[in-house]
């Protein structure tokens, strides 16, 4: 509604000018009690009461919130991470080959497997840095603010970013090694 997005538009505001002068974990207290208080004055004038359907659809609506936020991180991130094995890629196995290198990597007790996990674990060590210790980092930050009870509902979606960053990570990283061989 129009309350909802002018009472948003405040607390934007306002958090943004408070927080230019102060640390943000000190503004936010502060803007979380002021939009309560706000709440609970404003719902007598609007006719609002608790509900339990009421109070369901606010947890469902934050959960997807906080989902799609992850999602849209999860999206940024792995832009990143392609820019990232775009320039880190190619110069892991194309010198090898250009100097003839591989004779003497396979000359000592050393696999072709083990050379490419080698390469293959090193791309991923590398955009691990610049997507899931950020995603791991930012939803610990999120439990932090929220607490343990947000964390027993929302368990799920560390591993699914976990996971999906794990799997979005070792298919750019075999894109990257495959093009760094083939050039």
């Known amino acids: 509604?129009?309350?909802?997005?002018?009472?948003?538009?405040?607390g934007d505001f306002w958090g943004g000018l408070s927080s230019r002068r102060a640390h943000i974990l000190h503004v936010l207290p502060t803007i979380l009690m002021s939009g309560i208080v706000t709440v609970l004055a404003l719902m007598p004038v609007l006719g609002a009461t608790y509900s339990r359907?009421?109070?369901?659809?606010?947890?469902?609506?934050g959960s997807f919130g906080t989902a799609g936020f992850f999602l849209v991180y999860m999206d940024v991130q792995s832009a990143f991470c392609i820019l990232l094995a775009a320039l880190a890629g190619p110069g892991l196995i194309a010198p090898d080959l250009s100097n003839n290198a591989l004779p003497l990597y396979f000359s000592r007790p050393l696999s072709r497997?083990?050379?490419v996990f080698g390469?293959?674990?090193?791309?991923?060590?590398m955009l691990s840095l610049v997507t899931i210790i950020p995603a791991l980092w930012l939803f610990s930050i999120?439990?932090?603010?929220?607490?343990?009870d947000w964390?027993?509902?929302?368990?799920?979606?560390?591993?699914?970013?976990?996971?999906?960053?794990?799997?979005?990570?070792?298919?750019?990283?075999?894109?990257a090694l495959s093009a760094s061989a083939y050039v």
């Open 119 to 125: 390469r293959l674990f090193t791309l991923v060590g």
């Open 1 to 10: 509604s129009a309350l909802s997005a002018f009472l948003y538009g405040i």
């Open 53 to 61: 359907e009421a109070i369901i659809g606010g947890l469902v609506a």
């Open 151 to 175: 964390l027993t509902g929302h368990w799920f979606y560390s591993t699914g970013v976990f996971f999906g960053f794990l799997l979005w990570i070792l298919l750019v990283s075999l894109v």
């Open 142 to 148: 999120q439990v932090s603010m929220a607490g343990w």
């Open 113 to 115: 497997a083990e050379y």
